[in-house]
Nanobody
């Protein structure tokens, strides 16, 4: 199983970045895909999720209206378009795949990609 993130980097406040996560080794379209982030000294927090089928999305309040999550089940890819970035968005961003069954759950994580928002 692999989740490989890309697209992080340094951007000025107000700028944009697009993160991508390519998945392999599991049945991608069975899984809810999410982006989490973790800033130094803080706990990992959920940023956005998109369910396996139907495309319903959920966002943390602090990114609503600025970030957009999307997925392509044909390419096993989930993306996060981040606009109007703020300094407080600086963090390592992680891709997550989640499956919940009647008796167990499965979570896979990527290695993370650094996003730094600074002037």
């Amino acid at each position: 199983v692999q989740l490989v993130e890309s697209g992080g980097g340094l951007v000025e406040p107000g700028g944009s970045l697009r993160l991508s996560c390519v998945a392999s080794g599991f049945t991608f379209n069975w899984y809810t895909m999410s982006w989490y982030r973790q800033a130094p000294g803080r706990e990992r927090e959920l940023v956005a999720s998109i369910i396996s089928v139907g495309g319903r999305t959920d966002y943390a309040d602090f990114v609503k209206g600025r970030f957009t999550i999307s997925r392509d089940n044909n390419k096993n890819t989930v993306s996060l378009q981040m606009n109007s970035l703020k300094t407080e968005d600086t963090a390592v961003y992680y891709c997550n795949a989640h499956w919940a069954g009647a008796l167990r759950t499965i979570d896979y994580w990527g290695q993370g990609t650094q996003v730094t928002v600074s002037s």
